[in-house]
C-alpha cells in the first residue's frame, strides 16, 4: 500500500452540512475501496488563487490515506462526477513527504 493525499476544493455555494456530507462520501468511497484514513484536515471556505467556473472562493479538505494504487482511479472518476468539485489533486507521498506529514500531524495534536 502506498500512501497518498488528495486535496479537493468544493463549490462555495454549499451548506456545512452539504461540504460534511460530500468529504463523507468521498471517504467512504476510499473506506470502500480497502483505504485506511491517515488524516482528514478542513481547511474550510479560502479565497481561490483565480476564478473558476465564476466562483472566487471554494471549501478546501485534505485527506491523506493509505491505498492501492488502483483506488486513485475510482477516486478520480468519482471527483469528475461530482458537480460540486471544483477542483482536485492526489499524489503519491515518498517517504520524505510521508515523514514530514507525520510530523506535521503530531505539531497540530
Known sequence: M???ETVFILTPDLSEAQVKEAVAKFVGILKGE???IVNEENWG???LA???QKKTTGYYQLVEFQAQPETIA???TQFRRDENVLRFLTFRQDKFAA???AKRRS???
Open 45 to 47: 471556505l479560502k479565497k
Open 74 to 76: 475510482v477516486l478520480e
Open 107 to 109: 505539531r497540530k495534536a
Open 50 to 52: 483565480y476564478q473558476i
Open 34 to 36: 480497502g483505504a485506511e
Open 2 to 4: 502506498n500512501n497518498y
Open 99 to 101: 515523514e514530514y506529514a
